[in-house]
């Protein structure tokens, strides 16, 4: 049923009432002991107190959480608006919600949500029938719906589905096969791939995907994890014996990721050297004997010399058209000849502009290129020989994405979403660039009563930074609005509005969203990227820091009405400006955050990070990371904004000893009554796949954590 204006307003002018009522303060933390270990770094001592706490499963670690979760608990329960906050995020998340479609053989598998279910359900239609059946309901394989269907492939004839399974929020994959006429299972189990990477071979005979080394027993969600081979599973047969397709780099530092050409008869290898960022590019010939495909040649140099990073687009015979950032920091569109692949024969087919590339397909024979203009998406179609054929029309100021396929298909499914509108499915007519709406969600509120409008303001440096701020349009520019600064600020990340239940809660209770577009992510190409990275990540803190300034100088709110948020990276972002600011805002959300910038690069894929942070074995890296590891600059004595850090047990990821060792080192030094506190989850992992129950209870529980620091009383 939909909720009335007036029901609406109600509900939130209770919220206010309820989030005033008084809250103890609790200052007694679970003791955690101090070790005496101490690392040398290039001829200087760093202590790690709680190196204990990398320890995740020993009884003393398991103890600490359950006292921390406890005294969360406890606390969080007291605040009388969880409840009505809880309330609200459940009705605003019952709504039908869909996610891109994959076209295959003629027909289209989708998910779909019907509201409050745990895991999106598995759909299959004929693609020109809006009748469309279950095909695999990940809800019926767990009770508590934490078995999440990660991903999925449909097979080349629509036939056969592989289906990847995650377990407990783990990065790690279980894959099965799914026949799609009759929705059974046949025998086929493949567990060695983390992330996904899975490609059919186009006969159906089995299918190509990464293979990762089988961590030690004991060590699956914090055992380093070294680069995959690319390796084939025939259908049928066990996966010991699958073959090794394509072997691992052997050179330290380099990983690979792989596609297949358009027909299959080539796989293209991606070398990735993890400390500059750039890549080569090569080609390997494939064959089938006995069933079984595997390399018909030495793997065939496309790009080479790791100074730039090129990743192929669509091939056909005699072409592959290729996204490069060669001589092009925003990204250009070339056409190489794999017989002659001197960079002097080299075809430009879509110039650089000045809106970085944030993705490219062939499809139908036309190259889709995607751009972010000022943080907001513009789509371009060109012909193969990179003539313009026009625009895609899009909704508004928001963010598209998907736009893949095939080359023999007519059409293309893409999203867009904005910061008040759910996002709703497209059908582009590659012919006309016309697009039709394939499915959309109905809503619970009235967008019309809030506003987005972009703001830019000055960093540290002088940079010109961009910024969303989304809102009510009632709300009062008085320096009193409570405030929800986010931001991620890394790996070429582009930050883009979109719809979110729990942001929009946040938005009825009379907050302002603010979202800038830090260096380090990718709105403005690799340039911005760049500038955001190794000794340069302080740039990153400092456009946050200006942003929270700004909104202060600006009227909007002060450091009494100003919360802070990040997830992963943008987890690190929040640590690293709570302790270089801590007098700047009243309240910090770090999610799953990556806290020791010495020892991060120790666990699971964490090396894979130094292309962004560096790493301590170098000692100028390690000089910039210990400058601003928020673990290692916690100083006693301090006065430090109410924290609630939050982290799951199972995050293969950012492995939780992060949170652990941060928030026990900023529990110890505090000395303001401001609560630091850590919300664990269990059965949970880094966020993908988190169930709609635990996404509701962790939501209720940051909200009402902001709405009592913040004082949101009256607030509307």
Known sequence: MKLSRALAALAVSLLCVLACHSVARHRDYPAARRDAVVDQYHGESVADPYRWLEEADSPATRAWIEEENALTARYLASIPARERIRARLTELWDYERYELPVQEGGRVFFRRNDGLQNQSVLFVADSKSSNARLLLDPNALSPDGTVALASFVPSSDGKLLAYGLSDGGSDWRVWKVREVDTGTDRSDVVTRNKFGGLSWATDGSGFFYARYERPPEGAELSARNAPPDVCFHRLGTDEAVDSVVVRRPAQEGRSQSFGLAEDGSALFQSVLDVASRKSELYRVRLAPAEGVWSAASEPEPLVQGFDTRTFPIGDEAGVVWVWTDLGAPNGRIMAINPLAPAREHWRELVPERDEAIQGADEVGGKLIVQYLADAHSVVRVFDRSGAELGEVALPGLGTAGGFGGDREDADSFFSFTSATQPSAIHRLDLATLKSSLFRASPLKFQPEDYVTEQVFYASKDGTRVPMFL????????????????????????????????????????????????????????????????????????????????????????????????????????????????????????????????LRYHKFTIGWAWAGDYGTSDDPAQFRALRAYSPLHNVHPGTRYPATLATTADHDDRVVPAHSYKFIATLQAAQVGDAPILIRIDTRAGHGAGKPTSMLIEEWADCWAFLAHELGMSGME
């Not at 239940?501 to 990227?529: F, K, Q, T």
Request: aromatic share 10%; with cysteine.
């Open 470 to 597: 989304t809102r009510k349009k009632t709300l009062a520019r008085d320096g009193r609005a409570p405030t929800y600064l986010f931001a991620y600020g890394g790996f070429g990340i582009s930050i883009t509005p979109s719809f979110s239940v729990p942001n929009l809660v946040w938005l009825e209770m009379g907050g302002l969203l603010a979202i800038p577009n830090l260096r380090g992510g990718g709105e403005y190409g690799e340039a911005w990227h760049e500038a955001g990275t190794k000794l340069a990540k302080q740039n990153v803190f400092d456009d946050f820091i200006a942003a929270a300034e700004w909104l202060s100088a600006n009227g909007w709110t002060s450091s009494e009405r100003l919360s802070i948020g990040g997830r992963s990276n943008g987890g690190l972002l929040v640590g690293a400006c709570l302790t270089q600011r801590p007098d700047l805002y009243r309240a910090a959300l770090p999610f799953v955050g990556v806290m020791d910038m």
